[in-house]
C-alpha cells in the first residue's frame, strides 16, 4: 500500500479517498492497482453494504497522469496502445463490477478518465462547483471506457466528445450524469445520508438489486459496445496525429501545463 487510496469503514458504509490531491488526483499504474485492490476487499467484506468514492483536495481527479511514462509500461504502437486502454477501461469497470453499491461523491473537476470513473458508480453526488468533461479529444485521444452514451445519450455525448467541453454540476444533473448537487458544506453530510440509508436494506438485497440493473445494460451491449470504443481509441492513440504531435512536442520543450493551455485557447 502506498497510501494513495485511504478507506475507513462506519456502520456498514466504506469512504474511500484518492489521495493523491498534489497530483489533482490524476492516475496511474501504481494507483490503479492499489484502487482495484481496496475495491475488491470491500466487496468480499460482509461488514460493508455501500462504499462512497471520493478524493482528497478541491478535485475529484484530472484523469490519466500524462507525466507518467506510459510508453515504458506499454510499448509504442497499436498493441501497446490497445493494452493500455484495455487496462484503464478494465480499471474504470471497478465500481460497476463491484457487487455493492457505489457512490461517487465529486468535487471540483471531475475529468477525462476520473469523469468515466464516477459516471461507472451507482450513483453521483456533486458539489456546485463541480464540473465535467472529456477533454482528451482535444489532443487526439479518447477515452478508455465510452461510458457516457449509456448515462446521458447519444446526442449529449456528441455533443460533449466532439468538443471536449465541460460542463456545470447543475447541467450535469439535467443531462442525468448526477444524481443530486449540493452545496460544498453539504455534500459529504448528504452523501452520506443516503449511503447510511441504502446500508439499512440487506446486504443480499442490494447485491441483487444491482446486478439486476448492471445485467440489463449489459444485456442491451454495453460491455460490448466500451469493448468496441477501446479497439478504436487504439487505432486513434496510435495515429500520432498533427494535434498529437503539437501536443508532445510543446510538452516536451516546456513542461504539461504548457500544451494544456496552448490547446485551450484553440476553444476560447
Known amino acids: 500500500m502506498t497510501g494513495e487510496v485511504l478507506c475507513e469503514i462506519n456502520d456498514k458504509v466504506a469512504k474511500v479517498t484518492i489521495n493523491r490531491a498534489a497530483k489533482m488526483n490524476s492516475m ?5 492497482a492499489e484502487l482495484s485492490g481496496v475495491l475488491r476487499e470491500l466487496d468480499d ?4 453494504s455501500v462504499i462512497i468514492l471520493t478524493a482528497d483536495g ?5 484523469g490519466y497522469d500524462l507525466k507518467y511514462n506510459w510508453v515504458e509500461t506499454y510499448g509504442r504502437g497499436p498493441m501497446g496502445t490497445r493494452k493500455m486502454l484495455k487496462d484503464c477501461a478494465d480499471f474504470e469497470y471497478g ?6 453499491p457505489v457512490i461517487a461523491m465529486v468535487r471540483g473537476y471531475c475529468l477525462a478518465g476520473s469523469c468515466e470513473l464516477a459516471m461507472m458508480c451507482c450513483i453521483t453526488y456533486a458539489s456546485e462547483e463541480a464540473m465535467f468533461g472529456e477533454p482528451e479529444i482535444r489532443f487526439s485521444t479518447a477515452p478508455p471506457a465510452v461510458i457516457m452514451p449509456w448515462i446521458i445519450g447519444l446526442k449529449r455525448t ?12 447543475e447541467e450535469a444533473r ?10 460544498a458544506d453539504k455534500l459529504e ?8 440509508r441504502a446500508s439499512a436494506i440487506s446486504l443480499e438485497g442490494l447485491q441483487t438489486t444491482k446486478a439486476a440493473i448492471n445485467q440489463g445494460a449489459e444485456i442491451a451491449g454495453l460491455r460490448s459496445a466500451i469493448t468496441y470504443g477501446v479497439e478504436v481509441g487504439g487505432i486513434l492513440d496510435a495515429q500520432e496525429t498533427e494535434q498529437y504531435k503539437q501536443f508532445e512536442a510543446v ?18
Open 174 to 183: 439535467q443531462f442525468g450524469m448526477v444524481n443530486k448537487v449540493f452545496s
Open 158 to 169: 456528441r455533443e460533449l466528445l466532439y468538443t471536449g467541453d465541460m460542463i456545470t454540476a
Open 95 to 100: 465500481p460497476w463490477d463491484c457487487s455493492k
Open 45 to 48: 467484506n460482509n461488514d460493508v
Open 28 to 32: 496511474n499504474p501504481p494507483f490503479m
Open 251 to 268: 510538452k516536451k520543450e516546456k513542461g504539461l501545463g504548457a500544451p494544456i493551455r496552448w490547446r485551450e485557447t484553440q476553444f476560447e
Open 189 to 196: 453530510e448528504e452523501t452520506m445520508r443516503y449511503a447510511k
Open 58 to 62: 478541491p478535485h475529484f481527479g484530472a
